[in-house]
């Protein structure tokens, strides 16, 4: 009972910047509330639990599930929202408003900001400039911890354990900002992890070293062949075309990967397929049948785990 306390409190009015906030104890708790929230929605719909409570959801990137997440979260719970997700140019930021300004005027509205920006750093910054938590949606190539938490929760819901796994992830390890929140997130467990990107997306070294101190078994490639086998988690991602300055470059690897049902023959039966989406031709769609599919059941997670999240952080 301690222990729940103790972790429940871990979250009441605190800033959801990075992953490094979290202990197994606090993601076990989430992740308890979490299905919570499934079996919430599965009976009742809906419940009055943040009735009266505010979001301010501020999105100067595109989004779809992220912010579609929230907001149901937040309809679930019966608390309300400020959605300026449609794109910040509707709003003063056209004008020149700094993010400091912007973040302090919104939280006289409101109880809890999520906030999306391209620069990575962005959502400390508006953490400092704030008095009430803000949750990172997104900052830049940083991280993007709510969608590592989701991840980490379908793996659980999917395979019932975290522990001795093999998780292969493919794609843009450089600018994917959600394997870095996944990859740091899983140095709490006892998994080993395979990097599959072309030369020029591999996992930036500075994640890489957090890998190796917390001596998980660890192996690059460019080859999904050298990990589709063994991998009980194949978590692939987009080519991060935004992220790029020189086209050229882009050119060269969007396309280099796809997931195809011929190269699902030759995965395990108890694997699943990750996503964060969106997905851009890496998973041919005729890999959607296959029940060892699973990035539309983490899309729904997403919004379990964030309706666990806001009622965590506003200390219901
Ligand atoms: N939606 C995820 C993100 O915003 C992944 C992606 O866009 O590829 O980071
Ligand atoms: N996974 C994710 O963050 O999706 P959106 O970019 O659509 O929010």
């Known amino acids: 009972m301690t222990n729940t306390n103790e972790a429940a409190n871990a979250f009441i009015n605190q800033d959801i910047i990075s992953v490094t906030q979290f202990n197994t104890q606090n993601l076990e708790y989430i992740f308890k509330r979490a299905h919570q929230m499934r079996e919430l929605v599965e009976r009742d719909g809906a419940s009055d639990l943040l009735k009266g409570k505010v979001l301010a959801c501020l999105f100067y990137e595109p989004s779809t599930r992220t912010s579609a997440s929230f907001i149901a979260a937040m309809a679930r719970l019966g608390g309300r929202i400020i959605p300026i997700t449609q794109g910040v140019q509707f709003s003063s930021v056209s004008k020149g408003e700094s993010l400091a300004d912007t973040i302090r005027t919104l939280e006289q509205y409101s109880d809890v900001v999520v906030l999306r920006h391209p620069e990575t750093g962005s959502a400390q910054q508006a953490a400092d400039a704030a008095n009430i938590p803000v949750i990172n949606a997104g900052d830049g190539t940083g991280e993007h911890p709510t969608q590592a938490l989701l991840d980490l929760f379908t793996i659980y819901e999917e395979l019932g354990t975290l522990d001795n796994l093999k998780i292969a992830m493919v794609g843009d390890l450089r600018y994917g900002r959600t394997v870095h929140s996944l990859t740091k997130l899983l140095t ?55 992220r790029f300055s020189d086209m050229k470059q882009y050119e060269e690897v969007k396309g280099y990967y796809e997931i195809t049902p011929e190269i699902m023959k030759q995965a ?19 890999v959607d049948s296959d029940p060892r599919a699973a990035y539309f059941r983490q899309v729904k997670n997403g919004m379990y785990v964030r309706m666990a999240l806001l009622a965590a952080v506003l200390g219901k």
């Open 188 to 242: 709490l467990y006892n998994v080993s992890l395979r990097f599959v990107s072309p030369e020029t997306l591999r996992m930036p070294l500075t994640i890489m070293n957090e890998v190796i101190d917390a001596k998980l078994e660890v192996r690059e490639t460019h080859d999904i062949a050298d990990v589709i086998e063994n991998a009980d988690v194949l978590y692939v991602t987009r080519v991060q075309k935004e």
């Open 268 to 286: 395990k039966s108890k694997m699943i397929v990750l996503h964060p989406l969106p997905r851009v031709g890496e998973i041919h769609y005729d």
